[in-house]
């Protein structure tokens, strides 16, 4: 194997150290022959984050080594523990609560059945309470604290059996392999296992199980910790685990309540630098709260920078349009994610042509991937660049981050990435020169469909045809045309006129065109795509709507858009799904026609408040807001199914929805700003409050200390009958409000 010496057939030598051989198939998912599953609705998931390591376990803290829904604790794309399981003399505990409402702590309170010990004593149930408190904080933290309600003493044995696969997120989720690289066996000393692979991509993988408190015994990988308890004692087990790679530096020396201490005063200091919202409604608060952790959660500081992560598990990892977007949808609460991350976007634009990745020059990426099968080119995700949409909602970006910050020196360093950006739109991305931007695949594994909604059967004709490629999206069409216009203001203020006019004129070209090549006059609404051969993809989706958001809608056709969006095969009382009842190809509980997105419906909100559809805007919003409210943890998920709310009392969950998922927590933000009718103009020292309207359900919010260049300011906004006015209770610096009726 390449950076390996074999001493034998059974021992290999990796750098200093030597290993006892196990399997060359250890990267295995599945045994032969065994099915793969990766949906299990019967059991809810617990999830604790920070950085790039999370945990994704049962709800009672477990991971069973029989699990194949995608359980683990994972570190760069690697799954570093499959198996992490307690028992009680051999039995699972009995669950009381569990909660993970921290984002990077969780807890769980077990507690005994009837069981008999060694020695002939009965035990009663429920007389035995386990606390399991964990967190992830540069390692995974466990602290177990056992305590005896009998009156009399309890001899307790508690096992923690850990195991490890080490496969790529790829394979976790259903790509196969046929090629491993060594699975080596455990090292056990007194207080540590080590669990190690050797991939095909020559890096060693290690996970370190350190156990402060002293096993009893640990037999294989399993750690036996046995003591006795007397009437009301409690005994404390400490351990760690670390994920090991050679490439990156070890975690900062912690215990665990150091651990909990240091991450604690991270988000303390994050929620105070940021936008300070307060809301009369306490669940709407709520809501907020949980989704401004969630962000926090998401936070992902890496050797390439920082970045929102898209969702957890499948998604902790730099994703283009969804980090993006997820920017966008915070501005209002702190801009600075969104500079971080158009910094590493920038870095990571498209250099040249390679079909293999769907790269090309200025575009920007799609999603990186760190793991094994992307070291070894296996996967084209290092970094995969098949989305058409990423690239003007990069532009955009720029634009809005220049509008909450005024750094016009942040924009004169971007020109090239910026004219770059647009050179790609132009020449890469309108593919037949039509003036529209398409996507056609050239990667064998790349993706069939490159928009958001870029599952293979998204893209399909009334007639139920798939579209053929290239495929040009409605949505990246108004995408393309806001950040035109976004940048010909750019140019303007760099003072290059002849640029702002130029692209001034190419977005007012594509928004003519727009309306004339996608409206539908029999739906009153405008189609999904045109496919290659200019032919409209008449299905009734939510992707035009999008339009809204981008102003590229004509006036004129902007009433019978909302009228056709708001039908109740569209609007199904949760949200707007993405695709109409009436298509044939409409199926609820899919992942793109016919479910709800949140991240959807808030760029929807957002439109329909600019051209004053404040009534539907309201309508759409308390539909999520009551969605919102049957989650744990008042937490939208990536999606959730599109049944109809008169016929269900809450929304259907999708059974591998991502939660939580940066776009679907930003939402929230997104929406409130919508209500509020708020901009930002840094460069002018200059807030916009345009028609501020609150739903019946909120009737005052407070936004304090919100930063604008560099003044901040705090606004109330409160809501009487049908009028919602507001006042400026502080601020700083010279910033004025200008309110447009």
Known sequence: MPGSEIRNENEIKIGDEYFQILSEESGRVLSQGEPFVIVDIKKEKLVVKEGELFLYSDIEGNILREDTSGLGLYYRDTRFLKTFNLTLFGLPPVLLSSTADRAFMSQIELTNADFMTAGGIVVPQETINIRRIRVVNGKLFELIRVKNYNHFPVDISLEFEFDSDFADMFEVRGTKRTKYGARLAPKVTEDSILLAYHGLDAVLRKTVIHLETPASEIVGTTAIFRFRLQPRERRVIKFDIEPVLPETPPPEARDFNKAIADIRKSYENWFKSTTQIETDNELFTAVLRSSQRDIRM?????????????????????????????????????????????????????????????????????????????????????????????????????????????????????????????????????????????????????????????????????????????????????????????????????????????????????????????????????????????????????????????????????????????????????????????????????????????????????????????????????????????????????????????????????????????????????????MLGIEADAINNTVYVTSPSLPRWLKEADVNDMRVGKSTISLKFQRDGGVTSFVVSNKTGSIRTIVIE
Not at 533 to 541: A, N, P
């Open 298 to 674: 998401l936070a992902t500081d890496t050797e390439i920078g920082f970045f929102l992560s898209a969702g957890v598990p499948w998604f902790v990892t730099p994703f283009g349009r969804d980090t993006i977007i997820t920017c966008l949808q915070i501005m209002m609460l702190d801009a600075d994610p969104a500079l971080q991350t158009a910094r590493v976007f920038t870095q990571l634009q498209g250099k040249t042509v390679d079909s293999w990745r769907d790269e090309e020059p200025g575009k920007i990426f799609h999603e990186v991937r760190r793991g094994e099968l992307a070291n070894i080119r296996a996967i084209p995700h290092t970094p995969y660049f098949g989305s058409a949409d990423s690239t003007p909602l990069y532009l955009i970006m720029i634009s809005e981050i220049f509008k909450w910050t005024g750094d016009i020196e942040m924009v004169r360093s971007m020109t090239d990435a910026i004219d770059q950006a647009l050179s790609w739109i132009d020449e890469y991305g309108d593919i037949d020169g039509d003036g529209f931007v398409e996507y056609e695949t050239r990667s064998r594994r790349g993706l069939v469909n490159q928009g958001w909604k870029d599952s293979g059967n998204s893209v399909v004709h009334a007639d139920g045809r798939l579209a053929e490629t290239p495929i040009a999206l409605a949505e990246v069409q108004a995408y393309v045309y806001y950040a035109k216009r976004r940048m010909s203001e750019m140019f303007e203020l760099l003072g290059n006129r002849d640029r702002s006019i130029e692209l001034a004129g190419q977005a007012e070209t594509l928004k003519k065109r727009f309306n004339e090549a996608f409206w539908m006059p029999e739906e009153g609404y405008f189609a999904m795509a045109l496919d290659g051969e200019k032919e409209q993809v008449k299905t009734v989706t939510s992707n035009p709507a999008h339009g809204l958001w981008a102003r590229i809608i004509d006036d004129e056709k902007a009433a019978q858009t909302v009228d056709r969006l708001m039908q109740p095969d569209m609007f199904s009382g949760w949200g707007i799904r993405t695709m109409s009842k009436s298509s044939i190809n409409y199926n609820p509980m899919s992942y793109h026609n016919g479910s709800v997105w949140p991240h959807d419906n808030a760029i929807i909100i957002r439109g329909l408040k600019k051209y004053g559809f404040d009534e539907a805007a309201n309508k759409v919003s308390t539909g999520l807001f009551d969605a919102a409210l049957h989650y744990d943890y008042y937490r939208l998920p990536e999606l959730f199914c599109g049944f109809t709310k008169r016929s269900i009392s809450r929304p259907v969950n999708y059974p591998v929805a991502c939660s939580p998922q940066a776009w679907a927590a930003g939402s929230v933000f997104m929406i409130l700003q919508a």
